[in-house]
């Protein structure tokens, strides 16, 4: 009787805790998108180094979930109702997953506004926050063709209006 319900009592017990921490992780990733996009909302204008040290907070969002650095793509967006996809990309600043800081999206390309945000003349800020959450038991069982731990991917998006100006510039993207 042992050697048959150890098993699966183990194996209830290893999933449960998986659980969990996946539950955990899906919910600090949404916080950090809400945290990205509330700071940068805040502000009258912005910098790349402003915005740097506000994609920082990441870390300590995440905090102790800390295997791999999410990666945040903050979009200034345009919304008018000339454009086919109501937006446009007016600055754009993103981190990797290695804490590395890129341009994020092209200026002046077309970006989707989801129908309740449509706003002829206004401005939004989109934070997109993923990161790939690697579970232990995948560091044992699962991997992908280049021989690394498969992960889950989970992603939080979030889209806010400026509080103080109508738009927020940044003054070096």
Known sequence: E???VVPILLTLYIGTLELSMGLTVNKRI???ASTVADLVTQQEDVDKATLHGIMGVAESVMYPYTTTKPQITIVAVDVDDAHDT???VVWSRGMDSNGNFTSGRTVGSDIRVPNR???DDSFLIYVTADIKY???????TGRDSSGN?????IDEQYWLNPRLPVEIPCLDC
């Open 2 to 4: 042992f050697a048959l």
């Open 30 to 32: 949404a916080r950090v």
């Open 149 to 153: 731990p498969t992960g889950i991917d």
């Open 134 to 140: 690697k579970p232990v038991v995948a560091q044992f």
């Open 117 to 119: 945000l449509r706003f």
């Open 86 to 88: 109501w937006g446009t």
